[in-house]
């Protein structure tokens, strides 16, 4: 059924939601033709240092649209560290954000 949509939870680092947004919405607006995604992230965080997100699509345009988000942020992270292309593990996990089926309320930006 390639016809399928689906929604997933996914989160990503509070500090790098701009980066993901980029000057004047340009990056996710990006990454959602690229991937064939609809990305939404939060408003607000919940006070976490993880932003979630909701991404809206087919499955494999749901999976590109993760690997997209998550090489922006180790983009971010090897800024962060000073490195070009090494990437230091934080927080025990490094830059690969795993999806987490969290169902937040809160308001939604669409881009």
Avoid: H, W
């Avoid at 699509?57 to 649209?65: L, M, N, R, T, V």
């Amino acid at each position: 059924m390639s016809g399928s949509v689906y929604n997933e939870d996914y989160k990503i680092p509070d500090r790098f939601v701009g980066l993901v947004i980029g000057r004047g919405g340009e990056q996710i607006k990006r990454l959602q033709l690229e991937s064939g995604c609809k990305i939404r992230i939060a408003s607000e965080s919940d006070g976490s240092i993880d932003r979630s997100c909701t991404l809206t699509g087919s499955q494999e345009s749901i999976d590109e649209a993760k690997r997209m988000l998550d090489d922006v942020v180790r983009r971010g992270l090897s800024r962060e560290n000073g490195q070009g292309g090494q990437q230091q593990q934080q927080r025990g996990g490094g830059g690969d954000y795993q999806q987490r089926n969290n169902n937040f309320g809160g308001g939604q930006r669409r881009y």
